[in-house]
């Protein structure tokens, strides 16, 4: 695990939920190595990753390890909000700039500066805004919304997406020459069903994270259920793992954590027939196979989510608030 290394514990001075990395297969150490060489530099970092995989975690890692740790680490998520708001919260505006802009406002790049831009879901960025980021890379200087003076800033930028870029330039839906500015270090972060190793480690930090949180000492998870966990396929990974690992510390009135605590089979593998169909009403079926379809697009696609939603012929959007409301109503089940 790589907080024992007391360089990174020094340096965890950011959200404790990014404080540990764990780190303990082959692949995932040399990939660890290699980022921190490249934390070093100055250079624009890009990486891809599945969901889930951590990409925002080796982001604040390699801020961690570099020049800049005293300085800010600003993340933009460029799929949250509509183009003239994403514009706004990344570069400001000007008083005056539009009705209700009284006061000028500094935007995320600026305040960034002397730290890093963390460009979070960079491959969902609309296509005007594309061309405004690429200016902003190529001379670290931009205009505030309605503003005509230039600013300059020194920001260093990471980028991470869990699109395929190469394929959205040739789809014409990325530029080319943004994809070579954000491309110059990129790094992919595997699976986790491709370094099951790892796993009873990852399960095993958020054990003592969770109970801790909770209060409840002492908690333990029984072969079956570490054998349920390397049976899994984890589309969303880790970040699946840490929510199936909370949950059961939740539900569970035992210190001995089964499988059944972490309804990991249930998502993966039950078709909907199977369900108690006859119980449900008609919109409460059709709402439980909207899902379900989804559910085996993501899993067809790696838990790519846009891929899946490419699969089933819908927005992206639409298919992150179906998972998102899915995740909410499962959460207040479990409550
Ligand atoms: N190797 C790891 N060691 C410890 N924790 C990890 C590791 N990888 C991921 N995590 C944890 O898993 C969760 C998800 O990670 P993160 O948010 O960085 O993923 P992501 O790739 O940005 O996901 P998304 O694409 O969905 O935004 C976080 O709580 C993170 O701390
Ligand atoms: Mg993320």
Same mark, same amino acid.
């Given at each position: 695990?790589?907080?024992?290394?007391?360089?990174?514990?020094?340096?965890?001075?950011?959200?404790?939920?990014?404080? $540990?990395?764990?780190?303990?297969?082959?692949?995932?150490?040399?990939?660890?190595?290699?980022?921190?060489?490249?934390?070093?530099?100055?250079?624009?970092?890009?990486?891809?990753?599945?969901?889930?995989?951590?990409?925002?975690?080796?982001?604040?890692?390699?801020?961690?390890?570099?020049?800049?740790?005293?300085?800010?680490?600003?993340?933009?998520?460029?799929?949250?909000? $509509?183009?003239?708001?994403?514009?706004?919260?990344?570069?400001?505006?000007?008083?005056?700039?539009?009705?209700?802009?009284?006061?000028?406002?500094?935007?995320?790049?600026?305040?960034?500066?002397?730290?890093?831009?963390?460009?979070?879901?960079?491959?969902?960025?609309?296509?005007?805004?594309?061309?405004?980021?690429?200016?902003?890379?190529?001379?670290?200087?931009?205009?505030?919304?309605?503003?005509?003076?230039?600013?300059?800033?020194?920001?260093?930028?990471?980028?991470?997406?869990?699109?395929?870029?190469?394929?959205?330039?040739?789809?014409?839906?990325?530029?080319?020459?943004?994809?070579?500015?954000?491309?110059?270090?990129?790094?992919?972060?595997?699976?986790?069903?491709?370094?099951?190793?790892?796993?009873?480690?990852?399960?095993?930090?958020?054990?003592?994270?969770?109970?801790?949180?909770?209060?409840?000492?002492?908690?333990?998870?029984?072969?079956?259920?570490?054998?349920?966990?390397?049976?899994?396929?984890?589309?969303?990974? &880790?970040?699946?793992?840490?929510?199936? &690992?909370?949950?059961?510390?939740?539900?569970?009135?035992?210190?001995?954590?089964?499988?059944?605590?972490?309804?990991?089979?249930?998502?993966?593998?039950?078709?909907?027939?199977?369900?108690?169909?006859?119980?449900?009403?008609?919109?409460?079926?059709?709402?439980?196979?909207?899902?379900?379809?989804?559910?085996?697009?993501?899993?067809?696609?790696?838990?790519?989510? $846009?891929?899946?939603?490419?699969?089933?012929?819908?927005?992206?959007?639409?298919?992150?608030?179906?998972?998102?409301?899915?995740?909410?109503?499962?959460?207040?089940?479990?409550?």
């Amino acid at each position: 695990m790589v907080d024992d290394d007391p360089d990174v514990a020094s340096h965890r001075d950011v959200d404790s939920r990014y404080g $540990t990395i764990v780190a303990d297969t082959p692949a995932m150490a040399s990939l660890i190595a290699l980022i921190k060489r490249a934390a070093d530099s100055e250079a624009t970092v890009l990486l891809l990753g599945e969901s889930g995989t951590g990409k925002e975690l080796f982001a604040r890692f390699i801020h961690q390890w570099s020049k800049r740790i005293e300085n800010p680490f600003v993340v933009i998520n460029c799929v949250a909000l $509509t183009e003239t708001l994403l514009e706004n919260e990344l570069f400001g505006h000007e008083k005056g700039a539009f009705t209700g802009a009284d006061t000028q406002q500094k935007g995320k790049v600026e305040l960034a500066d002397n730290g890093t831009l963390f460009l979070d879901e960079i491959g969902d960025m609309a296509p005007d805004l594309q061309a405004k980021l690429l200016r902003l890379l190529q001379d670290r200087e931009f205009h505030r919304v309605g503003g005509t003076r230039l600013v300059q800033v020194n920001i260093r930028v990471i980028a991470a997406t869990n699109c395929d870029l190469s394929k959205a330039v040739r789809e014409g839906k990325f530029r080319e020459d943004l994809f070579h500015r954000l491309n110059v270090l990129s790094f992919s972060i595997p699976p986790l069903r491709d370094r099951p190793d790892e796993i009873p480690h990852l399960a095993d930090l958020f054990l003592r994270r969770y109970t801790k949180e909770m209060g409840k000492p002492g908690m333990r998870l029984t072969e079956a259920a570490l054998g349920a966990m390397y049976r899994y396929r984890w589309p969303g990974n &880790v970040r699946e793992l840490e929510n199936a &690992v909370a949950r059961a510390v939740v539900l569970s009135t035992d210190c001995e954590i089964g499988p059944e605590y972490l309804r990991l089979s249930r998502d993966q593998e039950e078709e909907p027939q199977e369900r108690e169909a006859s119980d449900l009403s008609y919109h409460e079926a059709m709402e439980h196979y909207r899902y379900y379809l989804i559910e085996q697009a993501l899993k067809r696609a790696r838990g790519n989510q $846009t891929k899946a939603a490419e699969a089933l012929g819908l927005q992206r959007s639409y298919l992150a608030r179906v998972l998102k409301q899915k995740r909410t109503e499962a959460q207040k089940n479990d409550q």
